[in-house]
């Protein structure tokens, strides 16, 4: 054996004895403190006696960690995850119960209750001690976090053939901040929030900026179809109706997001993104990737490494990953709990409700959702695979209840670039060389609720238009969000159907939200339904939407004129004359008649969409949700994400390839499917082209697996 590996026995010995002696003094502490917590006969013993029923409860409960825990997680398999979680510290107090039975002579006890608070400290004590260590030997760190990457290596028999010598064409880490609009993203890394983002952006830069514009429909299903599977063409929201078949798709819905991806698949004849050699961790859609976990699209399917829950257990596998998450995971409640109470107690405006099961969602976006995809990435990158693309929820999910630009949305950044510097420093470990790229898929947009400012939902006043009765209080539409649906997956719990979204009789409008954007449909109308036979049923309801001051424009197709733009004061142009600047549009900036036109031709676009008002000066609009920051629709900063990239990759605007280092981009990418493309080039000028679907492959995507083959 050489001296190296001498010495790197020798350390890993000594940082073992080192960890073990810290759980010991641990153990010793604890029985001092609690009085049902014992380490010595009931005759008393000497503190030398103690000492070692301790050192030996301690080691015995080490090694149970080690090796009994990994087995009961992966009995546990048909366990919803979050139960899971719930049941860590259950777990981890039956593992030492077992423990102290192993002590000489019976000499250790403790009641249930005390055991899984004792063992919960002992866990966050190794874990913390066993961390501080590695910090200052680099090999250790990256020996620890590999090890995962290297059991599921062995296990799957994937990453065989891949050389891992780091002179190998590098591999692209696709990091999407979800509802991080570019100028957030700056401010963030300006003030400071961000250092690891401040760090590729300052003097001497590694990484450049830019904004993309979103399509008119400014959500992560739209995005991320776009920019994983090359297609978003007929998604008009985040959920819609769909009149030849009754339902009702929501992005964030398995069976809907399967059928999406399915349907992607089949126009582009293309599996995706990630094809070649490529993992999806917490997306909505696979991305075509053969490697998948918490990926929304796949949820109800069965196999192998198929299933969407598997993230969850291959992250719990570890102990400590399992105690310092649930730890986590309680203090990101308690402080939900107090940033809530803190803002009603200040009368903080805009503001809404945010009890109930909203404290458990946000901890499980913010702290569950980020740890083990984080995790899943970086045992991505120490297998090696090609591309990888991970979604982090976390500010989304609470921008959209505290605001994009609340002190508890910054908080999160901060969090996130944690997340992120850990990211780089693996890159330093793997065995090839990374790139890695933060993009986001849509931004946000703050401002008041529709029904806060008006006192009745949009639901109420098309109900209203249409003559039917309408609740004498304002019903609140209920938050669209991945986040939630994510939640109840996990619980094994059915994502709700929207069936109750047209329950009635079939002559009542269906009125559904989408951030700022609304979608009225009739499901008693054949087709798309003009104008004119709108304005027989219903002659006050166009009319009664135009000019409510909440709602910018609405777009409608009309018999004499083809499709039609609607707003105040009786304005009306066709679409094929929409322009920039002018009419309705006005406020909502450069690309919205594109926007509006691309979206007029989708087979699924509603009867009557609806877009609310944006105050430029403010960059407010009126979400139709409950959400005070919003995105789905035109109107402010909700459309302007970003892509961050490293300097040694092309621009991402072909056009623009030979301006100066330094200078600006002047022309914008524009819509998910470019943002596709400029991302698949990337990939294709390190890994060599990617071969289509042949015409056999489509006709197979009804599986949507993302399974489809490619070749470098």
């Known amino acids: 054996m050489s001296d190296g590996r001498w010495r790197t026995a020798g350390s890993a010995l000594v940082r073992m004895i080192v960890v073990w002696a810290v759980s010991t003094l641990t153990m010793l502490a604890l029985a001092g403190i609690l009085p049902d917590f014992q380490l010595q006969s009931d005759n008393g013993d000497s503190i030398t006696r103690i000492a070692f029923t301790a050192a030996w409860g301690a080691g015995a409960f080490g090694l149970l960690s080690a090796l009994v825990w990994p087995a009961l ?257 309680v203090a990101e409640v308690v402080r939900e709990i107090v940033q809530s109470t803190r803002a009603r107690f200040r009368k903080d405006t805009p503001r809404i409700k945010r009890g109930g099961l909203y404290p458990f969602i946000r901890a499980f976006a913010t702290v569950v959702e980020r740890d083990v995809v984080v995790a899943a990435v970086i045992g991505d990158m120490f297998a090696g695979r090609t591309a990888v693309y991970a979604d982090l929820v976390a500010y989304d999910e609470v921008a959209h209840h505290s605001g994009p630009h609340s002190r508890d949305a910054e908080k999160v950044l901060a969090r996130l670039d944690r997340s992120l510097a850990l990211i780089v420093k693996v890159a330093e470990h793997t065995p090839r060389t990374y790139r890695i790229v933060l993009l986001s898929d849509h931004g946000q947009s703050p401002g008041e609720t529709f029904a806060g400012v008006y006192g009745l939902t949009l639901k109420d006043l098309v109900r209203a238009g249409c003559g039917l009765p309408v609740p004498r209080r304002a019903q609140h539409t209920k938050s669209a969000s991945e986040a939630r649906d994510a939640v109840r997956i996990a619980l094994h719990r059915p994502v709700e159907e929207s069936a109750v979204e047209h329950a009635g009789p079939p002559s009542d409008p269906i009125v559904l939200a989408s951030g700022n954007l609304g979608l009225i449909s009739f499901p008693d109308i054949d087709g798309r339904a003009a104008r004119e036979q709108l304005d027989r049923r219903h002659p006050a309801l166009l009319r009664t ?29 066709p679409v094929s004359e929409l322009k920039d600047g002018e009419g309705p549009l006005a406020p909502f900036g450069p690309g919205a008649a594109a926007a509006v036109r691309r979206t007029d031709t989708f087979p699924h676009v509603a009867d009557v969409m609806v877009n609310s008002m944006y105050d430029p000066d403010t960059g407010c609009v009126h979400a139709f949700e409950e959400q005070i920051g919003s995105h789905g629709g035109l109107g402010g900063r909700q459309s302007r994400p970003f892509l961050l990239w490293p300097r040694s990759m092309s621009d991402p605007v072909a056009s623009h390839a030979s301006a100066e280092p330094d200078t600006e981009l002047d022309t914008e990418l524009v819509g998910a499917e470019q943002v596709h493309e400029v991302l698949r080039r990337w990939l294709r000028e390190c890994s060599g082209p990617q071969i289509p679907l042949t015409p056999d492959d489509v006709d197979g995507a009804d599986e949507a697996d993302g399974t489809a083959q490619t070749a470098g």
């Open 545 to 573: 939407l135009a000019n409510h001051p909440g709602i910018g424009f609405l777009l409608v197709r009309s018999e004499r004129h083809g499709s039609v733009v609607l707003g105040r004061g009786g304005v009306e142009i």
């Open 73 to 329: 997680v992966r009995a546990l398999l048909i366990v919803p995850a979050l139960v899971l979680g719930m049941l860590v510290f259950f777990l981890n107090g039956s593992l030492l119960l077992v423990a102290l039975r192993l002590t000489p002579d019976g000499r250790g006890a403790a009641n249930p209750e005390t055991a899984v608070v004792v063992a919960a400290v002992m866990s966050a004590v190794a874990s913390a001690t066993s961390t501080a260590l590695a910090v200052r030997d680099d090999n250790a760190y990256r020996r620890r976090l590999s090890r995962l990457a290297d059991r599921r290596r062995r296990r799957t028999g994937t990453g065989r053939g891949v050389d891992t010598g780091r002179g190998e064409p590098p591999g692209t880490v696709f990091i999407q901040l979800d509802g991080v609009g570019h100028d957030v993203l700056a401010q963030a890394a300006a003030d400071g929030l961000m250092p690891t983002v401040a760090h590729w952006l300052g003097d001497g830069s590694s990484h450049r900026l830019t904004p993309w514009r979103t399509d008119w429909s400014s959500q992560t299903g739209a995005s991320q179809l776009g920019i994983l599977h090359g297609s978003n063409y007929d998604i008009p929201a985040f959920r819609w109706y769909e009149k030849e078949t009754g339902d009702v798709m929501v992005s964030s819905r398995p069976a809907s997001a399967l059928e999406l991806q399915r349907r992607a698949i089949v126009r582009t004849h293309d599996g995706g993104l990630l094809t070649l050699d490529g993992a999806s961790r917490g997306n909505l859609f696979s991305g075509g990737a053969d490697q998948l976990a918490l990926v929304l699209s796949m949820a109800a399917r069965r196999g192998k490494g198929r299933r969407s829950r598997a993230g969850y257990f291959a992250y719990f596998s570890d102990p400590a990953n399992a105690v310092r998450t649930a730890l986590s995971f």
